[in-house]
């Protein structure tokens, strides 16, 4: 069966996922296979700040969301 993602963005995506799913030993795993299939050390920072954004943006959303559901600010937990 022929491969439809090649071995580079099967990294990009591991490291992206496991920037945000909060799972550092994903992390490793991927960002030494990353190593391995040659992505360099500026590609994988570009990942993880994407990954960042993304989940920087699906927590506010979820707060947001759960203010709407149970009301008040009371529920969200200060930083």
Excluded: S
């Amino acid at each position: 069966m022929r491969e439809i993602l090649d071995l580079k963005t099967k990294e990009f995506i591991g490291i992206a996922a496991a920037v945000a799913g909060h799972c550092q030993p994903c992390f490793d795993y991927h960002l030494a296979a990353a190593n391995k299939v040659g992505i360099t050390l500026e590609e994988v920072k570009a990942t993880i700040k994407l990954a960042q954004a993304v989940r920087q943006a699906g927590n506010q959303n979820m707060d947001v969301y759960i203010r709407n559901i149970v009301g008040g600010n009371d529920m969200i937990a200060e930083d």
